[in-house]
């Protein structure tokens, strides 16, 4: 029966055709930028300033290479045009192949290994934590750090700090706290990690801006003593051990986060199925362990920020559920609040929106990004036909497996979302930055008020 149906589906490149011709109806602002190497993860940076038409931002990505050249952490600088100012028209005029006149390479950093996982920090967006393939989390100040030109046998930039304690490779589960410079991390040694970035005593997240990052050749606090020797050998990157080790999975750990109001509460989601919730101050044994959350393996976790009862989870079974954690088993199993069922491939990446408390995102290996408001799921007038309950909005405009995004918190409704096309065009990625028209989620009267106030325009115009 699954194997009929799955033949009526429309390729990839029909539904991306038919997807780009809707554009100038369904988004206010589209850039679409061609990578010439895939990006694992894509991030927003500080926003730099504010303009009449736009705003530049920083934007966070990575070059996964094939060993020709490093890998490297990429700071560019974009242009976020605002709403209501770009042409319906000219958005869907872009050539796949082409990078995007709003995203330019700011700075490059050497990374040692491919970048996994960016993650910045809340309190200071300067400084970013990435995961490699190794049991460290590096840290670095991306402002601070040296320029470099990333051709084959240069040596690697050296992280500002770096932070150890796991006991195998921790390549994805990555988080920094929004209260306080704490980053979190899990990994195959199915262990959670917990640090605070004020055990380094330095210049890293109070920003006076007078000491020099390690990478431009200054010394760090830690190796002080040899400031002024020879200049042979450059002084290694600091480091610092763990204020915890959380154990409780059976297997790898493969996204964590915190708890938006406690830097001490967080949580996990592993391979073993699980969801487990952790707080600092108890111990390091799990408060709440929720056995077979999903059907498989689990990729992703976020924690609302507006309402820290909800939690959703994203798995290989192609589900996403959202949690309550006064309410989060039953029978000894997982009991989710809702089950939210829109794509056909393992999820990938789960946040919810920083704009609205009931809506999120989610992504998965089948190169659809959908918006969800849980609040609209039961909703009598919303059941469409094969339309998953509480799904607004798809965004198709990747080709394939979407990897990762983020919600801009500078810029209401504008997401990044990067996918990795190494199955579907032979190499690289694409980075999309969007914004649906805001038509779709402003309140129906105020929608329909304001569309009626164009209809004599509307019909002359079509007469």
Known sequence: MKERGKGTEPSVDERYTQWKSLVPVLYDWLANHNLVWPSLSCRWGPQLEQATYKNRQRLYLSEQTDGSVPNTLVIANCEVVKPRVAAAEHISQFNEEARSPFVKKFKTIIH??????????????????????????????????????????????????????????????????????????????????????????????????????????????????????????????????????????????????????????????GDDSCLILWDARVGSSPIV??????????????????????????????????????????????????????????????????????????????????IWDHEKVGNVGSKMQNVPPGLFFRHAGHRDKVVDFHWNASDPWTIVSVSDDCESTGGGGTLQIWRMIDLIYRPEEEVLAELDSFKSHILTCSS
């Open 112 to 269: 040692p290994g491919e970048v996994n996982r960016i993650r910045e920090l809340p309190q200071n967006s300067k400084i970013v934590a990435t995961h490699t393939d190794s049991p460290d989390v590096l840290i670095w100040d991306v402002e601070a750090q040296p320029n470099r030109h990333a051709v084959l046998g240069a040596t690697n930039s050296r992280p500002d700090l770096i932070l150890t304690g796991h006991q195998d490779n921790a390549e994805f589960a990555l988080a920094m706290c929004p209260t306080e410079p704490f980053v979190l991390s899990g990994g195959k040694d199915k262990s959670v990690v917990l640090w605070s970035i004020h055990d380094h005593i330095s210049t890293l997240a109070a920003d006076t801006g007078a000491t020099k990052s390690p990478g431009s050749g200054g010394s760090s606090a830690k190796h002080a003593s040899k400031a002024g020797g020879t200049n042979d050998k450059p002084a290694d990157s600091p480091s610092i051990g763990p204020r915890g080790v959380y154990q409780g999975h059976g297997d790898t750990v493969e996204d964590v986060q915190f708890c938006p109001s406690s830097a001490q509460e967080f949580c996990s989601v």
């Open 289 to 370: 362990k929720v056995e077979k959350a999903h059907d498989a393996d689990l990729h992703c976790v976020d924690w609302n920020p507006h309402d820290v009862n909800f939690i959703l989870t994203g798995s290989a079974d192609a589900t996403v559920r959202m949690f309550d954690r006064r309410n989060l088993t039953s029978g000894g199993v997982g009991s989710p609040v809702h089950k939210f069922e829109g794509h056909n491939a393992a999820v990938l990446c789960v946040q919810w929106s920083p704009d609205k408390s009931s809506v999120f995102g989610s992504s998965a290996e089948d190169g659809i990004l959908n």
